[in-house]
């Protein structure tokens, strides 16, 4: 389309965030970052399909959102399995359409032991978060670009932007696994190479980078990670789904291969 078109157009601010006839799959949508990203996708207007290898919190996410009169269905995906991924888009395609909006918020932490884990927990790690990226990222993209377009957000870190500084957790028995940065700033990297290549078919991608989210973590972990944060405070539910709408809708149609921090200016300084 010609820029002069985009020029002529004026659409009230109401359309352009709107997800009405959208179709949006959030992998991983059942988890504490992905389901208010679920939320926010479906209070805007789109059929949202919460996709996880668990059916049962699949089915309780999308009950809680169901039970307001929100679109939202449940789907079995593994990630790290591309008959799977492709079975699902299948499915979501049938009933629904071609998904417009692809969420990759779904993540698995194998490293208990952290640095000193058994090196089966990084390949683990790698299957899903690294080769299940790819898997997703490709068919999801592949289809919306036959379609016309679409977007695809990706869910990195803030320690996909820098080191984590390790003194936050000191006296605690809190750490960064060696895993979760390599991956996280892999997606990053990974999500502007297909923003370059989908981009002349018109699909967007793009890469959230939360900090840290309050779940109930205690002292002294809480304090010294607030004060790392000019903010003051540690993410939360609504946090998430406000970039969320904004990328997947056209009030970001101008946007990609961008990465938002989400993390009360943590990475500022």
Not at 37 to 53: C, D, K, N, Q, R
Not at 131 to 138: M, N, V
Not at 154 to 182: F, H, K
Request: charged share 20%; aromatic share 10%; proline share 4%.
């Amino acid at each position: 389309m010609k820029t002069e078109t985009f020029q002529k157009k004026h659409t009230h601010i109401h359309e352009l965030f709107s997800q009405k006839g959208s179709v949006a799959v959030v992998i991983g949508g059942a988890g504490k970052i992905g389901f208010p990203m679920a939320e926010g996708l479906a209070e805007a207007g789109a059929i949202v399909y919460i996709a996880s290898t668990n059916w049962e919190k699949c089915e309780e996410a999308a009950g809680r959102l169901n039970s307001r009169g929100l679109m939202v269905k449940c789907l079995q995906v593994d990630q790290s399995d591309e008959a799977s991924v492709l079975k699902g888009l299948a499915l979501v395609t049938k009933e629904s359409g071609t998904p417009t909006v692809l969420v990759n918020s779904g993540v698995e932490r194998p490293m208990k032991k952290f640095f000193n884990d058994d090196v089966a927990q990084w390949d683990r790690s790698m299957a899903v978060n690294a080769r299940g990226l790819f898997i997703t990222c490709r068919a999801f993209g592949t289809a919306m670009a036959k379609k016309g377009g679409g977007s695809i957000i990706n869910v990195a870190s803030v320690y996909g932007l820098r080191g984590p500084d390790m003194t936050i957790y000191e006296g605690t028995a809190i750490q960064t696994e060696p895993d979760y940065p390599y991956t996280k700033g892999g997606m990053i990297m990974f999500s502007k190479y297909l923003a370059s290549y989908l981009s002349k078919k018109m699909v967007r991608v793009n890469c959230i980078a939360p900090g840290g989210f309050f779940n109930n973590q205690g002292e002294p972990f809480l304090s010294q990670y607030l004060r790392k944060v000019p903010l003051g405070r540690m993410a939360y539910h609504d946090d998430i789904k406000g970039v969320t709408v904004f990328l997947a809708s056209r009030a970001s149609a101008y946007i990609t291969g961008a990465v938002i921090p989400v993390d009360g200016g943590f990475t500022v300084v």
